[in-house]
């Protein structure tokens, strides 16, 4: 019994390592986009500046994820197009004598990935993400950052993964 005990162990590693390999639910493997460029986003809100302030997360999160490079237009297997929609500020939070403790960011956006060879729509997607910060010891500018990092995941998701 000693001697097939090692034989059985073998045999065991050797069926259960033959399942493992690599696994993806993307039903092509690996996105096909490799370069992508992204255009300014448009601002259909009152706040001025925040649509650039928004496309600079973007490229700064692609560029930080490396999954695809950004290059010009006439380059890339597909472009990005956003549109900043709404713009809200509310509050979140209160303490006990009812002051604003954290307040939320919301922001509505129309994001379509296309291809610049036909200007077809790859996908399109509304998308409303917020950020919440701390009204006593951040900005608001804090909150629209952890709302554009969050439109950032989703695009990435989106745009690298098709499920």
């Known amino acids: 019994m000693m001697k097939q005990t090692p034989v059985i162990l073998i045999l065991f590693l050797t069926i259960t390592?033959?399942?493992?390999g690599v696994y993806t639910f993307n039903p092509k493997g690996k996105s096909d986009i490799q370069n992508i460029a992204i255009e300014p986003f448009e601002n259909k809100t009152g706040e001025f500046?925040?649509?650039?302030?928004?496309?600079?997360i973007v490229i700064?999160?692609?560029i930080a994820d490396g999954t695809m490079r950004i290059v010009p237009t006439d380059n890339a297997d597909a472009y990005l197009v956003g549109t900043?929609?709404?713009?809200?500020?509310v509050p979140h939070k209160f303490?006990?004598?009812?002051?604003?403790?954290e307040y939320k960011v919301l922001m509505d956006f129309e994001i379509v990935l296309k291809n610049?060879?036909?200007?077809?729509?790859?996908?399109?997607?509304?998308?409303?993400q917020e950020g919440?910060?701390?009204a006593n010891e951040e900005t608001e500018e804090d909150g629209q950052q952890r709302a554009g990092?969050?439109?950032?995941?989703?695009?990435?998701n989106k745009t690298t993964k098709s499920w």
């Open 17 to 20: 390592c033959a399942g493992c």
């Open 49 to 56: 500046g925040l649509a650039d302030r928004i496309t600079e």
């Open 60 to 62: 700064d999160a692609f």
């Open 84 to 89: 900043l929609t709404r713009y809200e500020r």
């Open 95 to 101: 303490d006990e004598n009812d002051q604003v403790e």
């Open 116 to 128: 610049p060879r036909d200007d077809s729509e790859k996908w399109r997607q509304r998308l409303t």
């Open 132 to 134: 919440i910060y701390n």
């Open 149 to 156: 990092q969050r439109l950032v995941e989703a695009i990435i």
